[in-house]
């Protein structure tokens, strides 16, 4: 795989585009916690760890990982989120934010390797 080869990296940021978008919608999901958000995250880990066992291109792992999973996930709307519902003196939820979606995405990336 070549890391700069044109088609690839028109791939990845299709995908990339695809991904955020899909995220953008679920982002609209809210409530105590910010659901959506949470969710973009799962569903790209599950993604990701699918793609690791069931592609052996190292290309199409790219376009999958970098590109779908990549921008259907997202640290900083997770950072953020968790930071907006501590301004807000909301104790208990960015807590069980934080640790929802570190074991709800492990477990997935896990499902996905398993599934792939």
Do not use: E
């Amino acid at each position: 795989m070549n890391a700069f080869d044109p088609m690839l990296l028109a791939g990845i940021a299709v995908l990339g585009g695809l991904g955020s978008m899909i995220r953008l919608a679920l982002s609209k999901w809210d409530g105590y916690m910010p659901w959506g958000v949470l969710t973009a995250n799962v569903l790209a880990s599950f993604v990701a760890g699918y793609a690791v066992a069931y592609f052996t291109d190292n290309s199409l792992l790219a376009l999958a990982v970098v590109g779908l999973a990549g921008g259907l996930s997202t640290f900083s709307s997770w950072a953020g989120a968790a930071v907006q519902m501590a301004a807000k003196d909301r104790k208990l939820a960015p807590v069980l934010y934080t640790l929802f979606t570190l074991i709800f995405s492990s477990t997935a990336a896990y499902l996905g390797l398993l599934l792939g």
